[in-house]
């Protein structure tokens, strides 16, 4: 039966799949001509030849997003200053609990009132503005091959991949611990596709890795399977400087241009309600210092670690934010930084995280409102709560697609792969992901309003009661006029039950396999594989980082 039904999606397999090949970067501004179709050959042969119409390679449009829709708003301009001034209000009246010494007397020096023999510190809101006055409104993020930099903030879309997942999944293999190979699998998947723009984190935790070590592996074969920005946790001051310097080696530069140049992102995330770690706040201090991104993110769910309404949950999650926010600044004024929000809510039935939900569209939005009130690039999550690859993963996923898009994401964590509320990254979600995102991505692209779209002279050609199949405007765009999607199945009923009625899973299973089988390793100089190979294997020999294991 899987004979039959591959047999007979031959050719709607490839039409699906080369709106998401990834490029030849190295190549992509000159391409060489496609061969004429059947079609064309047959018009030509007629003695009607239409003049082919030219464009780069489909996916180079998705290389670099820009959003240009107006965004949304669920907040009048009175709600949303109220948000920002209650949130001001927690920073002075109640104040975070910092816990990292060296973090406590670096917001003392720059003037935050430090409680003595505590971990409290409270921040006037005078001195929060000055520091997010100091905020940079936009940067680029620079990959080792610059093709792939990302530019954040303003309209700027980019999707990162599915990060930091304990569980993996496959439909073959069903749902295992994270390991070496799967990470791998997914590294790979993450650099097949153009509309993936950066890697988020660990695809999935690689458990078969000592974690003394495991930030070594991973970040070497960040920088060898891809050729794109990567992610450094935040995890312990030489997990930092390791990450940091295995992105330096990789882009072949020295660290002053590294410096200016961030070439590297972390994710911050509060512990909600109202508290900074240790390791976060030495990681601010450790990529700030050095120039490179910080991502600021509560991770606020309403009726559990923050007030069960959204408004209030928001009014926390902006509190966290502003008082992360202008420790970068007080570390190093001008560093690059994202507002992250990641509010949602909660089952009340059970205490279960809930994504994609209208609290969560509403938290979305209402984040987007507050970072471009700031001026500052926004990150935020394509989310579901889903256990399986069904209709509730894909409506969860719209939705939340919907709501970064409206409310004018810049970075979006977690676009492709996440499962489960997060615990799994999963294959052929991965493959699902990227056809939404390449259908947001259609939808954002402007519509061709020149005299020749326009079609009136097809129009004339066709008059009333014919068609235009056969015209030569129809003949000179049909094979990039729509978007070709990768899973949709538009056989009719007969012929889909002929080939075995196979699902969107069924589809998504076949073509992650075939994407792993094409996969090619980008280009990497000799020198720098020869280098970052003689670093890991230094920090080996001098046993990583110390862990409780």
């Not at 977690?414 to 992901?433: M, P, R």
């Amino acid at each position: 039966m899987q004979d039959v039904q591959q047999g007979q999606e031959a050719n709607q397999t490839g039409a699906a799949l080369h709106m998401g090949d990834v490029i030849k970067l190295e190549n992509h501004l000159e391409q060489p001509e496609a061969s004429e179709t059947p079609v064309e050959r047959r018009r030509r042969s007629g003695g009607r030849s239409a003049e082919r119409i030219r464009r780069p390679p489909a996916t180079s449009r998705y290389l670099n997003l820009v959003n240009t829709t107006a965004p949304s708003a669920v907040f009048s301009e009175d709600a949303l200053e109220a948000v920002h001034q209650a949130s001001l209000a927690i920073l002075e009246e109640i104040g975070m609990d910092i816990i990292l010494p060296e973090a406590r007397e670096r917001m003392k020096a720059a003037g935050a009132e430090v409680t003595p023999g505590t971990d409290r510190v409270r921040f006037d809101r005078g001195l929060i503005l000055d520091m997010m006055a100091s905020v940079p409104p936009a940067f680029t993020m620079h990959a080792r091959n610059p093709l792939r930099n990302v530019e954040i903030g303003g309209n700027n879309l980019v999707f990162a991949q599915v990060a930091s997942a304990p569980f993996v999944a496959d439909r073959d293999g069903g749902r295992r611990a994270g390991n070496q190979e799967d990470f791998r699998k997914l590294v790979k998947l993450a650099q097949s596709y153009d509309v993936i723009h950066t890697t988020g984190g660990y695809p999935v935790e690689p458990v078969d890795i000592h974690a003394s070590v495991r930030h070594l592996d991973c970040l070497s074969d960040l920088v060898t399977l891809t050729d794109k920005v990567f992610h450094v946790y935040s995890l312990g001051r030489q997990r930092n400087l390791d990450g940091i310097e295995i992105a330096r080696i990789g882009r072949g530069i020295p660290m002053e241009q590294m410096e200016r140049e961030p070439s590297l992102f972390t994710i911050i995330n509060t512990s909600s309600p109202l508290r900074l770690d240790g390791p976060m706040l030495q990681g601010i201090i450790e990529m700030s210092s050095r120039g490179q991104v910080v991502v600021v993110t509560p991770f606020t769910l309403a009726g559990a670690m923050a007030p069960v309404t959204i408004a209030g949950a928001v009014v926390q999650q902006n509190a966290e934010a502003l008082a992360g926010i202008a420790f970068t600044q007080m570390v190093r004024r001008g560093a690059p930084v994202m507002y992250g929000g990641f509010t949602s809510n909660v089952d009340m039935k059970t205490g279960a995280p809930a994504f994609g939900t209208p609290e969560y569209m509403k938290a979305v939005i209402a984040g987007g409102q507050l970072a471009r009130k700031y001026n500052i690039p926004y990150r935020t999550s394509n989310t579901n709560a889903s256990n399986t690859l069904d209709a509730q993963a894909a409506y969860e996923s719209a939705f939340s697609l919907w709501a970064l898009t409206q409310g004018g994401g810049n970075f979006i964590m977690h676009s492709a792969g996440w499962s489960e509320g997060g615990l799994t990254a999963s294959f052929e979600k991965f493959i699902l992901d990227v056809d939404m995102l390449q259908m947001v991505a259609e939808y954002l692209a402007p519509l061709d309003v020149s005299p020749d779209a326009l079609g009136i002279e097809a129009v004339r050609d066709v008059g009333p009661g014919g068609h235009f199949f056969g015209t030569p405007h129809t003949l000179a765009r049909y094979e990039t006029a729509f978007y070709s999607p990768i899973l949709s199945d538009w056989r009719n009923f007969e012929t889909w039950t002929e080939a075995g009625r196979p699902t969107t899973y069924d589809h998504a299973n076949r073509v992650f396999k075939e994407k792993l089988n094409a996969y090619e390793r980008p280009p990497l100089d000799p020198a720098i594989a020869d280098e970052l190979e003689a670093f890991v294997a230094r920090r080996k020999e001098e046993g990583g980082v110390p862990t409780d294991f």
